[in-house]
């Protein structure tokens, strides 16, 4: 790791009506450097982002890239001075090819038609000295998002980035692809790229970065040798508050009769799968991406229909066709990708809440308003969502409490089982912590909880028991006693019944 | 802290500051656009494109479009002229044929586009030209006319002489439209399906079935919509409706309904009904002609979509 400060941010500041996003932020990146950003949501890192990348224009302050001052960066003028992110959301056409997303923009030209053969020589030579394995001829849109990413990567490689600012890279990948991140990550900076990394898992950030900045409300709180600090202390400087445990115990587990039972359920890309769940319980999907949980959740909730096998729910043979159905069995269903799936943005937390059970809130049609906002103010209580008005539109909250409003238009159908994929995605230490709470309350009043989560500790620290799956196989069933890191990843890599 | 700019003005009151200008332009303009009677007059030219842009502006609110409701009214003025005047049937009867049948055709329209998913743009153009070729064959091209005097009032007529009937029913439409868009579980349900309609599907909606409700309560309107402008017209012609979903589109989303779903209220279709009113109105006080009017309806629908898909970009930036 070299000394020099290739990237200086000096006395940044950033306002927007009402608010500060960054106040007066001074911080530098050396080469060859791995710096990690950590920061609850709303603490400035998406900001600082895209100031780096010219898609913010900063209040005051400046930018100094190698010697070079700039009050301002402009998209080109980032990109020209080395300087490339990758957002969550990638920039790839997904009708092209690796090759040509990775020289889009710039193609390599023969007279006036892009020299397609030797595009993908670049591309294949770059691939190879990061040891990833792709045909740069196949479509962007049939690679997995791990795939994509590393398209991505290449694209920033072949512009020949000196700083690589990475958003949340890991968020969506399994952890097989996150050891293959971390091995281009090591590559690059050993290759004098510095990386701005910015992550959610402080897992990660311990094990890849060398120095890590914090930021809360805007301001950096403390830049620091990753070495010379641990867990807890990140943790206190980013929520500015002591959090005891991660994962919050349990009272005494009493487990009631069983809600839910799979019967050998084929179908939607699973195979012979038995499970069953019982009240007061929460049972895991493990495995890792394209092992078939979510897959197996769609089928449980009616959002995909299974080609042999049953489902008994409380006693009874079910089989939802529609979510609709399923939701009126009592099930529910938290999805994965809260923006998309999860709430309706543009509808005020009120609205988002009770939209679930909205009918069986109205007579004739008519919506009861009255019955309507006591739910609403019910839930908004119980899961302490914050928010300045019920009226307000969910897009203007924090994922934490966007999660929690997802959270609430559930529980406000009381169901019996409610599945969670990926909980907690993308959302800070301390919304995290709460959405754990409130898991815990529910199994305790005796609901069923069905969890499907990437992230290891979460798996290990809330689930009661566990199936882990491979490849739309059932590979192992793991009460707690047996949780283990290296079980689990064990039977999650191993194809084949057991 | 508040911190209002121009431009959020603009957006919020912008079509209230425009509808104002115009007025003050054309009573400028013309000695006789400022008068109680042309007032009266305005508000009932422009009540078919009201009650028929409640029907819109509930598809558009799912995030769909129903472009055949010009050949809806079509369909419904030849028929129930043919039926009244050729087969002699009660008005209120033929009437009734005719809203259940635009209604049906709605729920059709919803049916084609929840089972093959196709773009609604498309399945309604189909619906239009389908339609206007009935019109054509029922009336073999031809005006029907010759329909019971009491069938007249409905178009034509005054309530204590001085509020024209069709206001009346206007006033009517649009109280059940709010109604539908603030108070019902299924109005909600519209909301949320344009707004986010994976997520509305997997929070229990069912989201074809609403939308088939969309559309057929669409139709419920346009029917409305067309026996008025039959009773006015006295006539069943099948040239009656031409282009008339493009006055309904450009008035509903320039009053602000979004035409990429999820943002609708009853007083955008008001104020955008009335700005195309009066700007009819004051083209025809002023005589300017047909086509040059034309020509300026085609330029206000770019810059109501227009504003609309640029204030629609600007918001999707702030939340990424």
Not at chain 1, 244 to 253: A, G, L, S
Not at chain 1, 320 to 332: E, L, T
Not at chain 1, 406 to 425: F, Y
Not at chain 2, 230 to 244: I, V
Request: glycine content about 10%; proline content about 3%.
């Amino acid at each position: 790791m070299g000394e020099q400060v290739i990237l200086e941010f000096k006395n940044i500041t950033k306002r927007y009506p009402g608010t500060v996003a960054l106040d007066d932020v001074t911080i530098d990146f050396r080469q060859g450097e791995v710096h990690a950003l950590v920061g609850e949501n709303g603490a400035g890192k998406s900001t600082l982002i895209k100031t780096c990348s010219g898609a913010v224009t900063p209040t005051s302050g400046e930018i100094i890239i190698d010697g070079k001052r700039f009050d301002k960066l402009s998209p080109a003028l980032s990109q020209e001075n080395g300087i490339a992110v990758i957002y969550q959301e990638f920039n790839l056409v997904n009708e092209l090819s690796v090759a040509e997303n990775v020289f889009l923009g710039c193609p390599i030209r023969k007279g006036v038609v892009p020299d397609m053969k030797r595009m993908e020589q670049e591309t294949t030579k770059i691939l190879k000295r990061f040891h990833m394995t792709m045909d740069p001829r196949s479509l962007v849109e049939n690679l997995s998002i791990g795939y994509q990413q590393m398209v991505e990567i290449t694209k920033a490689i072949s512009k020949n980035a000196k700083i690589l600012v990475m958003d949340e890279p890991t968020a969506p990948l399994t952890t097989a692809e996150v050891d293959i991140l971390m091995g281009i990550i090591a590559q690059l900076k050993a290759e004098g790229v510095t990386i701005v990394y910015i992550s959610h898992r402080l897992e990660e950030i311990f094990s890849i970065s060398d120095r890590v900045s914090v930021l809360r409300d805007g301001q950096l709180i403390k830049t620091m040798n990753t070495a010379e600090t641990n867990r807890e202390e990140l943790i206190k400087l980013m929520v500015g508050r002591e959090l005891k445990e991660t994962f919050p115990k349990r009272k005494e587990n009493i487990y009631g009769e069983i809600v839910l039972e799979a019967k050998h359920l084929t179908g939607n890309g699973v195979k012979d799968i038995s499970f069953h769940v019982r009240k007061g319980e929460i049972l895991a999907f493990a495995g890792i991406m394209g092992a078939g949980r979510t897959e197996l959740a769609q089928m449980i909730f009616g959002m995909a229909r299974p080609e042999s096998g049953e489902i008994i729910f409380k006693g009874e043979k079910v089989q939802p066709r529609s979510p609709a159905q399923a939701v009126d069995h009592g099930i529910a269903l938290v999805p994965e990708d809260r923006k998309q799936q999860g709430a309706i943005l543009e509808l005020s937390v009120q609205d988002n809440i009770t939209l679930a059970q909205l009918r069986r809130l109205s007579k004739l049609t008519v919506i009861d308003k009255q019955k309507e906002k006591s739910v609403a103010h019910e839930f908004r209580e119980s899961l302490r969502i914050k928010t300045p008005t019920m009226t307000q539109e969910v897009n203007s909250l924090s994922g934490g409490n966007q999660q929690k409003v997802v959270l609430a238009k559930w529980l406000a159908t009381e169901p019996d089982l409610i599945i969670l994929d990926e909980p907690t995605r993308g959302i800070d230490v301390g919304a995290k912590h709460e959405i754990y709470m409130i898991m815990n309350e529910l199994v305790e009043n005796g609901k069923a909880i069905i969890m499907i989560t990437s992230e290891m500790e979460e798996l290990i620290g809330m689930a009661d028991r566990m199936i882990v799956l491979c490849e739309g196989n059932m590979t192992a069933e793991l009460t707690h006693e047996d949780f283990d890191k290296e079980k689990i990843l064990h039977y999650a890599s191993k194809t084949g019944g057991n | 802290m508040k911190n209002i700019s121009i431009g959020t003005i603009a957006k919020k009151y912008g079509v209230f500051i425009v509808f104002i200008i115009e007025i003050v332009i054309f009573t400028c303009l013309s000695p006789t656009f400022f008068d109680f009677s042309n007032f009266t007059n305005i508000l009932r030219q422009v009540s078919m494109i009201a009650i028929a842009g409640v029907g819109q502006t509930l598809v558009l609110l799912t995030g769909g479009i129903d472009l055949s409701i010009g050949s809806q009214i079509t369909f419904g003025n030849v028929l129930c002229a043919y039926m009244m005047a050729k087969m002699g049937l009660d008005p209120i009867l033929a009437c009734t044929v005719v809203i259940v049948l635009t209604i049906l055709i709605g729920y059709l329209n919803g049916a084609i586009i929840t089972k093959t998913n196709m773009p609604p743009m498309i399945a309604t153009i189909a619906m239009m030209s389908i339609l206007r070729g009935i019109a054509y064959m029922i009336s073999n091209g031809q005006s029907i006319i010759g329909f019971p005097e009491s069938f007249r009032g409905l178009g034509q007529g005054f309530v204590g002489g001085v509020i024209p009937v069709p206001v009346i029913i206007m006033v009517g439409c649009l109280i059940v439209g709010w109604f539908i868009l603030t108070k019902t579980y299924f109005g909600r349900y519209f909301f949320a399906i344009g707004g986010n309609e994976t997520a509305a599907e997997l929070s229990g909606i069912e989201v074809n079935r609403m939308k088939r409700l969309a559309y057929s309560i669409c139709g419920l309107f346009v029917g409305i919509a067309g026996i008025i402008m039959l009773s006015r017209l006295n006539s069943g012609s099948p040239l009656t409706g031409k282009d008339f979903e493009f006055d309904v589109l450009t008035a509903v989303v320039l009053g602000g309904v979004s035409i990429s779903g999820g943002r609708a209220k009853i007083s955008s279709v008001i104020i955008g009904v009335l700005i195309i009113g009066v700007l009819t109105n004051g083209f025809v006080l002023l005589n300017v002609g047909e086509y040059p009017q034309l020509v300026v309806k085609g330029v206000v629908l770019l810059l109501a979509v227009g504003f609309d898909c640029l204030s629609r970009n600007r918001e999707t930036q702030k939340i990424a």
